[in-house]
């Protein structure tokens, strides 16, 4: 695999060229997309020695890939010297050797329509689209596809008229016209440099919603929201939220938007959640699209969420980006955590922090288990798609999460103007961004900066001393080693702690903003009294696994009189997730009665707070359970876990009842005491279809029937797949005749049926990826359909033949060829398996051995696949 080779983080160098200014023409065509690109080049002054003239002493070359090269001319005449290696276009040192400066135009062509990678420029559903992160621009020309060559673009697309009423780039708008053969000209300049990722190009014929926001100095900004034909009326909400977005960025860091337009396009057809190119941000339809009938509480929510944070990339990213792509956390990491704050002020603080811990746990701590093992500032990428991960961007956005607690929120604000004083305009590294913090703060986080080098999930333990007598609480941690990395050392970790009496009563410790900093292998903090329970790692103020040795009464203390929401919540998941490992050990176990009895009662007082009430009715996912086991047996974890939920039913069966009762359905509204009480009467109806009864069959489907919204629809699907396979069945089939025309809603069906529990899951799954609103080229429902399956479908993934395995591998086998992006994030759950069983591990590994064997697979399973069998 000649093609599989690492880059190292340290062996960045300067680039030896510069491209200060492009102009790409480009002429639009299914098939044939001729693109001319006139590059204002200069030789770098890193490229030159001290003793030489003025000239490069290297070659230029120009990144390139599934090109065809038409022409090059150099300062004007035709130009044959050069080379093309490994698709790469290299102009010869020698050839160069007289000029500081000098003009490169090339002609290539592209062929956009059969470009199933969904990166460079495709052609889908009638629309040209462009993805150039990361490093998507070397597939429309030849270019220094490298985040530090920054440039200034102008851009002319050529385009048939009536099929193309919109043709857009970023920038502003600076000549339209029509030309011969019904084709017209459509110009666009950005005056802001920028790396060629940023670059985007869309064209097609939508419908436009426009809106415009004044900023904070006045300027009068215009917004464009495209999306397609006929949902004009579901692209408000988005709209709304970028306002929104431009607003807090302005009320918080004081940051500002710099262009006169702000344009979003919604796509079918995309391999993330949304992309913010400059000034024309490129997003996942099912990231826009929104109303009452068509979309979930969730759904809003995120929409809010993924608007803010491509928004928010103007400044952490775009104004400054990043000077190498292992730098990534650097934009990612930082933006995530805006986006994080922007939906706590806009919606729920709880709400947000209990979501985003939830990712860490099910998701990221096992990408730190596991083979692709990384720190937040990775060491070593051969596919640089495959770096998109939850280390970097929610862990990193922890990272950023500690530096704000530990300097506060005013200390992290000086931190943030002075990054932006130094170094607006340019291509920068992580270091310069803690250094900025560092400096604007008169701290030193040398050790802090451990966290962007270092991979793995720190474990911290904590004892009482109260066997002794000594009154302290003794914190101990340790990494383990990673597949990456061998050796770790102590972290930098702010703890979260507070003690209860047994009482209840808060006991004070002395602490600065209730915080322990952790900085050595292990320290102590003394406790003023005789019995007491800690309340550890509130709000997750650092990620890491925390270990103590609670009993089930102190949890049950915890979730009646923490004075934190966020602990009542977790102290409810680790008292479930322990009551499971009971289950778990020990199947036929009927959980003592007083355990329900004192359960309940701490749920009452929950019940005055419909958010923290539907949060402590969420038990645990088997994937988040997953990761509380050495080698889990994932059959019977699922079981444990069911058997849980019946019990909890049959227990807890009047008390769920009372709320049922007390949820009264209101039209639909998407504000917070609405979804909330929607939250809970969800929890409660789902664990009440544990009873499996006709009663409560009858229940979800007379509310299914009579529901005025998706958020309801989607809880009586899910509570009767539970409840009654019939029953879901049915009302699975009344619901695809209902919505068989709205492709994001489609997703959301192939989703539940791909998870639903069934001997035949396999043969399901055949005749669905045969459904006509099925595309093996279309991201969303391969992500719905077969990533739901694999990722969330435990009887059927793991089930006992290898069954699940398989099916999971042939597909891969038959996408990979078509988009190796996809396919590398849907084999994340094969690479895992260590966390399981023996007899699991064997199967999994024969389904990885059978994708080493493949062909031409891609670098990007290559990557992945390889690791995962040699760690
Ligand atoms: N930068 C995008 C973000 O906001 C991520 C992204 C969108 C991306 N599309 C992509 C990354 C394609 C790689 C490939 O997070
Ligand atoms: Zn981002």
């Avoid at 985040?147 to 780039?169: G, M, N, Q, R, W």
């Avoid at 988005?238 to 337009?261: P, R």
């Avoid at 009294?529 to 800690?534: A, G, H, K, L, T």
Wanted: charged share 25%; aromatic share 10%.
């Amino acid at each position: 695999m000649s093609q599989a080779i690492a880059k190292k983080r340290l062996d960045y160098q300067a680039p030896n060229y510069l491209i200060n200014e492009v102009d790409l023409v480009i002429e639009l065509d299914p098939t044939d997309t001729i693109i001319t690109s006139t590059l204002k080049c200069e030789t770098s002054p890193h490229a030159i020695s001290s003793n030489a003239g003025v000239a490069s002493e290297q070659d230029l070359i120009l990144d390139g890939e599934d090109l065809k090269l038409i022409s090059v001319f150099l300062n004007g005449s035709a130009f044959t010297n050069y080379r093309i290696e490994e698709g790469k276009l290299v102009i010869p040192q020698a050839e160069l050797a007289q000029l500081t400066d000098f003009t490169l135009q090339i002609k290539n062509s592209v062929d956009p329509i059969n470009n199933g990678s969904l990166e460079g420029l495709y052609l889908s559903n009638e629309a040209y689209c462009t993805q150039c992160e990361a490093e998507g621009f070397r597939k429309i020309t030849y270019f220094l596809d490298r985040p530090d060559v920054l440039s200034v673009y102008t851009v002319t697309i050529i385009a048939e008229k009536a099929a193309f009423p919109h043709v857009l780039s970023n920038g502003n708008l600076v000549e339209e016209r029509d030309l011969a053969d019904g084709k017209k000209l459509v110009k666009w300049h950005d005056p802001f440099k920028k790396p060629c990722y940023l670059f985007a190009l869309v064209a097609g014929n939508f419908d436009k919603l426009s809106d415009s926001f004044t900023t904070m100095s006045g300027r009068q900004i215009q917004l464009e929201l495209f999306v397609d034909k006929g949902k004009a009326s579901q692209g408000h909400h988005a709209l709304a939220s970028l306002k929104k977005a431009m607003k807090w960025d302005e009320d918080v860091f004081g940051l500002e938007y710099d262009l006169d337009i702000y344009m979003v396009v919604a796509v079918d057809f995309f391999n993330m959640g949304a992309m913010e190119n400059k000034g024309l941000n490129v997003f996942n339809s099912k990231f826009v699209l929104a109303d009452s009938n068509t979309a979930t509480d969730d759904d809003f929510f995120n929409i809010e969420s993924i608007i803010g944070h491509e928004y928010f990339h103007n400044w952490t990213g775009n104004r400054v980006t990043c000077r190498d792509w292992f730098q990534l956390s650097l934009k990612e990491g930082l933006t995530v955590f805006r986006d994080q704050q922007f939906s706590a002020d806009m919606f729920s603080y709880l709400a947000t922090r209990i979501s985003q811990v939830k990712v860490m746990r099910e998701h990221q701590f096992a990408e730190d288990a596991g083979p692709m093992s990384h720190p937040i500032r990775p060491d070593e990428v051969i596919e640089m798609n495959n770096f998109y991960t939850v280390t970097v961007y929610d862990k990193g956005a922890e990272v950023i999460r500690m530096l704000h607690t530990l300097l506060t929120a005013d200390g992290f604000r000086r931190g943030m103007d002075l990054y932006f004083e130094r170094h607006d305009g340019q291509a920068v590294t992580c270091d310069d961004f803690v250094n900025a913090m560092q400096d604007a703060n008169e701290v030193n986080l040398d050790h802090f900066k451990l966290w962007y080098s270092q991979s793995g999930t720190p474990r911290v333990k904590v004892e009482s001393g109260l066997e002794s007598g000594s009154k302290e609480l003794n914190f101990t941690q340790r990494t383990n080693p990673t597949a990456d990395q061998a050796d770790k050392r102590a972290l930098y970790l702010p703890i979260k702690v507070e003690c209860l009496e047994r009482s209840g009563r808060k006991i004070d410790l002395n602490l600065n903003n209730d915080t322990f900093v952790l900085d050595k292998a292990n320290a102590s903090v003394t406790v003023p009294s005789e019995d007491f329970v800690p309340v550890l790692l509130s709000d997750f103020s650092a990620p890491v696994i925390l270990d103590y040795p609670y009993s089930l009464e102190d949890y049950l203390l915890i979730m009646t009189f923490s004075s934190s929401d966020y602990s009542k919540w977790d102290a409810s998941q680790a008292l479930y997730s322990s009551l499971i490992s009971e289950l778990y050990h020990n199947e036929s176990v009927e959980l003592s009665t007083s355990v329900w009895g004192k359960l309940e009662a701490a749920l009452r007082q929950a019940c005055n707070n419909y958010e923290l009430l539907n949060e402590m009715l969420t038990i645990p996912s088997v994937e988040s359970l997953t990761q509380g086991f050495e080698f889990s047996e994932p059959l019977k974890l699922s079981a444990a876990r069911s058997a849980f939920l019946v019990q909890m039913q049959e227990n807890l069966q009047d008390f769920l009842l009372e709320i049922m009762a007390n949820t009264a359905q209101k039209s639909y509204e998407y504000t917070k005491v609405q979804v909330n009480e929607r939250r809970v009467l969800s929890a409660v109806l789902q664990l009440l279809s544990y009873s499996k009864t006709p009663e409560m069959a009858a229940q979800l489907e007379k509310r299914f029937n009579s529901a005025d919204n998706m958020t309801d629809k989607l809880t009586m699907l899910k509570a009767s797949q539970i409840c009654s396979v019939e029953l879901f069945e049915k009302l699975m089939l009344s619901f695809e005749s209902e919505y068989l025309e709205n492709a994001v809603v489609m997703d959301k069906w192939f989703a539940l049926h791909a998870t639903t529990k069934s001997n035949d899951i396999l043969s399901k799954l055949t005749l669905l990826a045969s459904h006509r609103q099925f595309n093996l080229r279309n991201p969303n429902k391969v992500r719905s359909l077969v990533g739901s399956f694999a990722f969330y479908n435990t009887d059927g993934f793991h089930a006992i033949d290898g069954s699940g395995y398989q099916f999971l591998t042939d597909y891969l086998l038959e996408l990979d060829p078509i988009n190796p992006q996809i396919a590398a994030r849907l084999v994340t759950p094969l690479i895992q398996y260590k966390k399981f069983a023996k007899s699991h591990q064997e199967m999994m590994v024969m389904q990885l051995k059978r994708l080493l064997n493949r062909a031409n697979l891609s670098k990007d399973l290559y990557e992945k696949v390889s690791k995962s069998l040699t760690s």
